[in-house]
C-alpha cells in the first residue's frame, strides 16, 4: 500500500483547534498522508468507514476528549473495536483520570497529550505512532506470508506419499503428515518419547527379531546432529512386516542449536520385491549364460567380436591365427563295445573333466567334443597349446595309475597341434547354428593326431607350431617326420613332444635325439643303410624307442 492511501483523522469540536491541527499535520506529514477532520464522534465514524470504503486507511487518530455527545475516550473506543490496528491519541485539557483510564483500558490509547499542544511533542508523538503503525503492518504482512507458507507447505506435506514426522528435542512428535500417520497407524499424535520409539512403533532391524537400537535410530542421531539415510529399518505389524526408507535431518535456529528434526520414509516393499526377483532374474540370466558358455565358450563369442550369443548371426566369421589342438582316445571303438552306454558316458565324462583344466588353464577354450575327441583352440602363444597337451599327459599317467590300482586298463591318447590362420565362423541353417573353425590349419592338427596312431608316440606337432615356440629348447622333443599334406606342394615337419615320457624314456630319447636324426636325414636322403645303422644304435641305447623301430621296419621293407 503506497503512501497516498494513509490518511491521518484529527477530531476536536472546536473549528480553530481543528484548523491549527490540520495546519500543524499538513506541514509536517501532508506529503506523505491525507489529513482528514471531522468536529464529532459522529461524523469521525462517518469519515473513517467512507475512507476504508474508498481503501483509504487510517492510520491514526487525534481526538478531543470534551465533545459534544460521543466523548472522546467512547470515540475512540468505538473505532478500537472495529479498527484495532488504528492509533489512538488523545488532545485535551478537560479530561479527568478516569477519563483517560477508560481511554487507555478499552480503546488501547497510544499517547495522553494535553492542551494547549506542544507543536514539537505533538509532531514526535505522531512519528513515533507512525513509526510504530508501520512496524506493526509490517509484522501483520510477514505473520500473514508466514501463514501462507505454512499452509502451502501443509498442502505439500498432505499431498506426498512419503511419511513425513517432525520431533522435538525429547523425540517427541509434533506434527505427523496423513501418510505418515496411515504408515504408522496413527489416530492421534503419541506421546512417545526416545527411549520408547523402537517399542511402540515396533521398530526392528531390518531381517531381525531385535529391536532397533535407541541411540542407532534415524531421528535420534539427527538430533544429535547427524543428516541420516538408511535402509535397514522395518516395522512389525502382527499380519506383515514393512521395510522403510528413511532420511531424518536436524533443524536448528538461529543461533545454530537443534530444537527440531524432521524425518520423511516410506514402504519399500515393492521395492524389495522388485530387488529380490532382480537379483534371482539375474543370479538366473548369470546361471544361463554359464550354461550357454558351456555350449558356446565366451572366447569364441570375444574373437568375432560379440559380448552376447544373441549378437551371433549366421554365416559371420574371422580370419585368425590360432593353435589348434586335437585330442582322441585310442581304440575307443572297441573299448566302448565292451560296456553299457551308460558306462560308456561316465567313462567319457570322466576323462574329459580331467582334461578340461589342462586346456582353460593354459589359456585356451574347448571348441567341440565330438565324442572322445577334443578340439580346442589356442589365440595366444603356440607355447600356451604345447603346456596344455603336456599337462593333459601327465594327468592321463596320474589318472591310469588310478585306474591300475581297480584293476582297469590304461588309457592312451593321441594330440596333435598346429598353428597358423584359420577362419572363425557360424554354420548351420535357420533353426540351427553351431560355431566352428575351417581352414588348412584344422585338417593339419587333425592330421598330426592322426599321425600318432602311426608312430606310436602321444604329442605330435608341426614345424609350424614349433616356430612360434618362444624358447623350442626348453621342450624335450625331436623330429621325427616330413609328410605331404593333401593338396600342398610342400612337406610339413612333424615333431615328436616327450616331455611327459617318464623319466628314464625321456632320458634315453634326449641321450640318442644326435642320433637318430641323423638318421632320419639319411632316410629322406635314400641313404637307407647308413639310415639303419644309426636306428640300430638308438635302439641298442634306448630299446624302447618305437618311433626308432618303426623306421626300422620301412627299412626292411
Not at 137 to 152: F, M, P
Not at 244 to 257: D, Y
Not at 411 to 418: D, M, R
Not at 429 to 443: A, E, K, M, P
Amino acid at each position: 500500500m503506497s503512501m497516498s492511501e494513509l490518511a491521518i483523522l484529527l477530531v476536536d469540536d472546536e473549528p480553530m483547534v481543528l484548523e491549527g491541527l490540520s495546519e500543524e499535520l499538513l506541514r509536517n506529514f501532508g506529503q506523505d498522508y491525507q489529513i482528514e477532520a471531522a468536529e464529532s464522534g459522529e461524523e469521525a465514524l462517518e469519515i473513517i468507514a467512507e475512507l476504508h470504503a474508498g481503501e483509504i486507511e487510517i492510520v491514526a487518530v487525534v481526538s478531543d476528549y470534551l465533545m459534544p455527545g460521543m466523548k472522546g475516550d467512547e470515540l475512540l473506543s468505538q473505532i478500537h473495536d472495529q479498527y484495532p490496528n488504528i492509533l489512538k491519541i488523545m488532545l485535551t485539557g478537560h479530561a479527568g483520570v478516569d477519563a483517560v483510564g477508560n481511554a487507555v483500558n478499552s480503546a488501547d490509547l497510544y499517547r495522553y497529550l494535553a492542551k494547549p499542544w506542544d507543536a514539537t511533542d505533538l509532531n514526535l508523538t505522531l512519528k513515533e505512532a507512525l513509526k510504530k503503525y508501520q512496524y506493526i503492518k509490517l509484522l501483520e504482512e510477514q505473520n500473514a506470508q508466514l501463514r501462507e507458507s505454512e499452509r502451502r507447505l501443509t498442502q505439500i506435506l498432505e499431498a506426498i506419499p512419503i511419511g513425513v514426522t517432525v520431533h522435538d528435542t525429547t523425540g517427541k512428535m509434533t506434527y505427523a503428515n496423513q501418510k505418515a500417520q496411515e504408515l504408522l497407524k496413527l489416530e492421534a499424535l503419541p506421546e512417545t518419547k526416545t527411549q520408547e520409539l523402537s517399542t511402540d512403533f515396533n521398530l526392528y532391524q531390518a531381517g531381525t527379531e531385535e529391536l532397533y537400537p535407541t541411540e542407532q535410530l534415524p531421528i535420534v542421531r539427527s538430533l544429535a546432529g547427524e543428516a541420516v539415510h538408511v535402509e535397514d529399518l522395518e516395522i512389525h505389524y502382527p499380519d506383515r512386516i514393512m521395510p522403510l526408507e528413511v532420511s531424518t535431518t536436524p533443524i536448528r535456529n538461529k543461533t545454530g542449536q537443534i530444537f527440531q528434526a524432521i524425518a520423511s520414509f516410506q514402504d519399500i516393499s515393492g521395492r524389495k520385491k522388485a530387488e529380490a526377483e532382480r537379483e534371482q532374474f539375474t543370479q538366473e540370466l548369470f546361471l544361463l549364460n554359464e550354461a550357454m558358455s558351456r555350449f558356446v565358450p565366451r572366447q569364441f563369442l570375444q574373437s568375432l567380436a560379440r559380448k552376447n550369443i544373441t549378437e551371433i548371426q549366421l554365416g559371420e566369421s574371422i580370419e585368425k591365427k590360432m593353435s589348434v589342438l586335437f585330442s582322441d582316445i585310442r581304440s575307443f571303438t572297441t573299448r566302448s563295445e565292451q560296456m553299457t552306454p551308460e558306462d560308456t558316458f561316465k567313462f567319457i565324462n570322466g576323462y574329459l573333466q580331467r582334461m578340461e583344466p589342462a586346456i582353460i588353464e593354459n589359456g585356451g577354450f574347448i571348441d567341440k567334443y565330438i565324442g572322445d575327441a577334443i578340439m580346442a583352440l589356442f589365440a595366444g602363444s603356440a607355447d600356451s597349446a604345447l603346456n596344455a597337451a603336456v599337462t593333459m599327459l601327465k594327468i592321463l599317467a596320474e589318472y591310469n595309475s588310478i585306474r591300475q590300482q581297480v584293476g582297469r586298463p590304461p588309457i592312451e591318447i593321441g594330440i596333435g597341434i598346429n598353428t597358423g590362420n584359420l577362419m572363425l565362423g557360424t554354420v548351420g541353417g535357420n533353426s540351427r547354428i553351431d560355431t566352428t573353425v575351417i581352414g588348412d590349419t584344422v585338417n593339419l592338427s587333425s592330421r598330426l593326431e592322426q599321425l600318432t596312431k602311426v608312430y606310436q608316440t602321444p604329442l605330435l606337432i608341426s614345424h609350424h607350431t614349433l616356430a612360434e615356440l618362444e624358447d623350442p629348447m626348453q621342450y624335450a622333443m625331436r623330429l621325427i617326420a616330413r609328410v605331404q599334406v593333401r593338396g600342398k606342394a610342400k612337406n610339413v615337419g612333424i615333431f615328436e613332444v616327450f616331455e611327459a615320457d617318464p623319466t628314464a624314456q625321456k632320458e634315453a630319447k634326449l641321450a640318442t635325439k644326435s642320433i637318430f636324426e641323423a638318421a632320419l636325414i639319411y632316410h629322406y636322403q635314400g641313404a637307407f643303410e647308413q639310415a639303419k645303422s644309426l636306428f640300430n644304435e638308438c635302439l641298442q641305447q634306448n630299446p624302447r624307442d618305437g618311433v626308432a623301430q618303426i623306421y626300422l621296419q620301412r627299412q626292411g621293407e
